[in-house]
């Protein structure tokens, strides 16, 4: 007998351990957020050129501080538990890197819309990570003991964890993983998650 559970990964790495696009500068009293939490003032930080060149994509970051964290690029409108704490910066060099093109060729504004969309998606996607909105699945197979009716584990265990989101995104992310077989239920798993 197979049993599938999706449980929430406690223990998951930051995806901004991961290589992205832009590069989060962020300050805060209290928290260690994104990649950088320089000493300067924020201001100082994002006029350096060296920090933000001409040409970079450059978005706000905000911060919801209210029974939890959350991240945005747009203002939550909530004087008491938010406000702005960054930018998320994707320079003109990592832009080309990443749309693989020349190192003087033009940044387009398509290209420009798109390095905005990834950066908002990597926002969206720390958010997640912030907000403990990252899972797991655990395949367990056991069997009923013949002489108690009790459960026995058979050792034949399989596990992924650091699936972040809660869109059918990730589920078909973990699909990935699972044996063709054991997608009805790992969408029931999904369901009632714990």
Same mark, same amino acid.
């Not at 559970?5 to 991961?18: M, Y």
């Not at 059918?168 to 992310?173: G, I």
């Given at each position: 007998?197979?049993?599938?559970?999706?449980?929430?990964?406690?223990?998951?790495?930051?995806?901004?351990?991961?290589?992205n696009l832009g590069v989060m500068?962020?300050?805060?009293?209290?928290?260690?957020?994104?990649?950088?939490?320089?000493?300067c003032d924020p201001q100082e930080w994002h006029d350096d050129a060296d920090n933000v060149p001409e040409g970079s994509v450059v978005l706000p970051l905000y911060l919801m501080d209210h029974g939890g964290?959350?991240? /945005?690029?747009?203002d939550y409108g909530d004087?008491?538990?938010? $406000?702005? *704490?960054?930018?998320? =910066?994707?320079?003109?060099?990592?832009i080309r890197e990443c749309h693989m093109l020349a190192a003087d060729a033009?940044?387009?504004?398509?290209?420009?819309?798109?390095?905005e969309r990834t950066?908002? /998606?990597?926002?969206?996607?720390?958010?997640?990570?912030?907000? $403990?909105? *990252?899972?797991?699945? =655990?395949?367990?197979?056991t069997h009923l003991c013949n002489e108690c009716n009790a459960k026995?584990?058979?050792?034949?265990?399989?596990?992924c964890w650091g699936f972040i989101g809660s869109d059918?995104?990730?589920?078909?992310?973990m699909k990935e993983h699972v044996d063709a077989k054991h997608h009805v239920a790992l969408e029931a798993a999904w369901e009632v998650r714990s």
């Open positions: 007998m197979i049993t599938i559970t999706v449980k929430q990964d406690t223990d998951a790495q930051s995806p901004r351990e991961n290589d500068a962020t300050w805060h009293r209290g928290y260690r957020l994104g990649d950088a939490q320089p000493k964290l959350s991240m /945005s690029t747009g004087r008491w538990d938010s $406000g702005r *704490v960054g930018w998320i =910066v994707a320079t003109p060099d990592k033009e940044i387009t504004a398509e290209i420009r819309a798109s390095a950066l908002k /998606s990597e926002v969206a996607e720390y958010s997640d990570y912030l907000e $403990g909105n *990252v899972w797991g699945y =655990v395949i367990e197979s026995v584990h058979d050792g034949d265990d399989d596990s059918k995104s990730t589920l078909d992310a």
